[in-house]
Each structure stands twice: as structure tokens, then as C-alpha cells.
């Protein structure tokens, strides 16, 4: 699997490039925002352009129009602009850029990518949340696609009554065996009630399966199964899209979707040194140290 860092942050760009794993780096306006509120003065432009030297793999930069045409023209204007630094830009485009505030057009983000890719400028498609999105981005020709675990996994947690920020931190784990459980713990009056062996009342009945389906996503449990999903429709027709799994907030996420085979993990910095502490290591490391005898030192002078 490879492994882009999922920042528009220079230093965590450079640092995490110095551990040697790097393959590449991911960007969105989010991220862009946060690094111009760190500096004054900053000039932009520049400042992609050393992104792009700094990393020898992928570097994807978002369109930020909504129609067909604003993301092409800003699709090949990014291109022209910073792939001649690294030869090495991605351009990313929304799936769908519709919704009840768009004006413009509808499914343009269907469309340039479909134009971006006939002109042969690689994209990255941006907020996938389901699986047949990925299936046309795929069919749109795009190189890479993005779902984004995180925030499947924030929209499930959602519809059972938890909320982001109150009942679970960002960075909080998504255990579907445990939504799967509470459900039943939940259901388990009704099932009584219904009878167990009347499997047809069960399977007919309103309560259970408003339950059943308020834990899942159209049938998708958490963000690391929508990958699994993506990744199986993918080798299913020999689809050379790459499956980038993205809005990763925790290091055993990241661990699913490998599992899942995704082609690629854009982690933000803090969870990739997340994947390398663990308290077990940290104790071994003293123990080493402390059991250093004289004799074994010497070799090394
Ligand atoms: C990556 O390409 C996405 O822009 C990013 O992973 C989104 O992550 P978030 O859901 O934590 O904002």
C-alpha cells in the first residue's frame, strides 16, 4: 500500500518525507485554509511549488469551481501551473459538486473528470461516499478515487444519535461489531415480542428494520468496508483505478483498509505517528537501554 500525508503543512510534508515512507501527499481547500492561518504573507503559489519539489510521488491539488467548465479551466491551469515543477500533479474534482446551494449545472463533477482525463491530466475524485460513485469516476477514466472512511463513519455514527465533538472525538475508533450488538441489545424486547421463530414477522417489521437500517449506510457498516467495496468492484472488471483511501482519523482505520487492500492511505501527520508509537516499544526501548553492559558498548567504540 502506499502512503501519501494527507496535509497542505510543509513541515509535516518534509518531516514525514524524511522516514522514507512517503508516496505522495494529498491537499483540499480545509487544508489549504489551515496552512495560510499559520503564516503571514504567505505566497501561494510558491508555496504548492515546494510542496511539489519536496515529494518524489503524487501531489493532489483541488479545483475549487462547480461547474464543468470552472474545473477543467482550473484542472488544466493547475497543471500547467505546478506539474512542470515535479511532474507530479494530481488534480482533484468533487464526484458531484450539485447540492441545494450549487448553481450552474448538475453531475459537473462527472463530467470534468471525464475531460481532464481525455486530455490525460490525472485526477483524484474527491468526497466519495459510496461505492457506485467510485464505479463512474472509475468509468470517467479518473486515476484515483476517495472515499472517505472518516466521514462514513462520522454519517453512521449520525444516525444512531452520536454526535462528532460531544459523544466521540474525531480521532475515535468506528466499531461496527459493537453497532451491530448495541442494535441488537436494542431490538432484542421487539424480537421477543415478535417471537423468535417468526421469522417473517421479523423480517417484515418496522421497528427492526428502521433500527437494522439506521446503523449502516445504504448497507456499508463503516468507511473501511465502503473500500473493501470499492476495491472489489475494481478488480471485478480490471478497472486501473487506484482505490486512495482518504479521511483516515485513527491508525486502526488505517489498518481496515489496508486489510481491505486499498491502494493507497492519505493519513494525516498525527495519525501516521500514531501507526508507529505503542507503549509495549516504548518500554522495551528502556529496558534495552538500561540492560547495556560495558562489554556489549565496546564493540561499538
Ligand atoms: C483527502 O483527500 C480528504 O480531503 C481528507 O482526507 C478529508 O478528511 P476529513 O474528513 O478528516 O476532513
Not at 53 to 71: A, C, H, Q, Y
Not at 177 to 194: G, I, M
Request: with cysteine; proline share 4%; aromatic share 8%.
Amino acid at each position: 500500500m502506499k502512503i501519501f500525508v494527507d496535509t497542505a503543512e510543509l513541515d509535516e510534508i518534509k518531516e514525514a518525507n524524511s522516514w522514507g515512507i512517503l508516496d505522495g501527499v494529498t491537499t483540499n481547500p480545509s487544508l489549504i485554509k489551515k496552512a495560510v492561518r499559520k503564516r503571514e504573507n504567505i505566497d501561494m503559489e510558491e508555496y504548492i511549488k515546494e510542496i511539489c519539489r519536496v515529494v518524489d510521488g503524487p501531489v493532489s491539488l483541488e479545483v475549487i469551481g462547480l461547474t464543468r467548465d470552472e474545473m477543467v479551466a482550473q484542472g488544466e491551469l493547475l497543471y500547467e501551473k505546478f506539474n512542470p515543477v515535479n511532474d507530479n500533479v494530481v488534480v482533484k474534482i468533487p464526484i458531484n459538486t450539485s447540492s441545494p446551494k450549487s448553481t450552474g449545472g448538475e453531475y459537473e463533477g462527472l463530467k470534468a473528470l471525464k475531460d481532464l482525463s481525455s486530455k490525460g491530466i490525472p485526477t483524484n475524485t474527491t468526497l466519495i461516499m459510496k461505492p457506485e460513485q467510485a464505479l463512474l469516476a472509475a468509468k470517467a477514466g479518473t486515476r484515483y478515487v476517495s472515499p472517505f472512511a472518516g466521514r462514513i463513519d462520522d454519517f453512521i455514527r449520525n444516525n444512531v444519535g452520536l454526535t462528532r465533538g460531544e459523544d466521540y472525538p474525531k480521532s475515535a475508533y468506528h466499531n461496527a461489531d459493537w453497532l451491530r450488538h448495541a442494535s441488537y441489545l436494542k431490538l432484542k424486547p421487539r424480537y421477543e415480542e415478535l417471537e423468535g421463530n417468526d421469522l417473517a414477522g421479523i423480517y417484515f417489521d418496522e421497528e427492526v428494520n428502521r433500527v437494522k437500517e439506521s446503523i449502516s449506510d445504504e448497507g456499508i457498516y463503516t468507511g473501511a468496508a465502503a473500500v473493501s467495496s470499492i476495491n472489489q468492484i475494481f478488480s471485478n472488471y480490471n478497472f486501473d483505478t487506484e482505490v486512495l483511501a482518504a479521511s483516515l482519523r485513527n491508525s486502526r482505520q488505517v489498518r481496515e483498509v489496508a486489510e481491505a487492500g486499498a491502494d493507497v492511505s492519505t493519513i494525516p501527520f498525527h495519525v501516521l505517528k500514531e501507526m508507529i508509537d505503542h507503549y509495549k516499544t516504548e518500554q522495551g526501548i528502556i529496558s534495552f537501554s538500561e540492560d547495556v553492559v560495558s562489554e556489549y558498548e565496546g564493540i561499538f567504540r
